[in-house]
């Protein structure tokens, strides 16, 4: 059975920094997409970043670049999500994905969900 497991959301200061991390278990690590979306109280779920464990680079929503960034460790089977400059509607449950079916950037697209993990960014 496939688990995503998404740990690393707290409360935090606009401005400051965080880092979130996914950790697959289930399924095999390499050659796979992987995504973080994030959906903030009354909003629909966004991408955030992508990821092909195969080859290339990651791949950022517009409203994070420059600001976040998404690595993996493959050793661990886990990627992660540095986020630096924190603004208040970077708030959200942030969810990690697996398994992409169409376009990086739908919640539809994706396969395999984790639980989220929550990040406030107070003003």
């Known amino acids: 059975q496939v688990q995503l497991v998404e740990s690393g959301g707290a409360s935090v200061q606009a401005g400051g920094s965080l880092v979130l991390s996914c950790t697959v278990s289930g399924s095999s690590f390499s050659k796979t997409w992987l995504a973080w979306f994030r959906q903030g109280p009354g909003k629909e779920r966004e991408a955030v970043a992508t990821?092909?464990?195969?080859?290339?680079?990651?791949s950022y929503a517009d409203s994070v670049k420059g600001r976040f960034t998404l690595f993996r460790d493959d050793s661990k089977s886990t990627v992660f999500l540095q986020m630096r400059s924190l603004k208040t509607e970077d708030t959200a449950m942030y969810y990690c994905?697996?398994?992409?079916?169409?376009?990086?950037?739908?919640?539809?697209?994706?396969?395999?969900w984790g639980q989220g993990t929550q990040v406030t960014v107070l003003s």
């Open positions: 994905a697996k398994d992409l079916l169409g376009s990086w950037d739908v919640a539809g697209g994706w396969s395999t």
């Open positions: 990821i092909y464990t195969g080859s290339g680079g990651p």
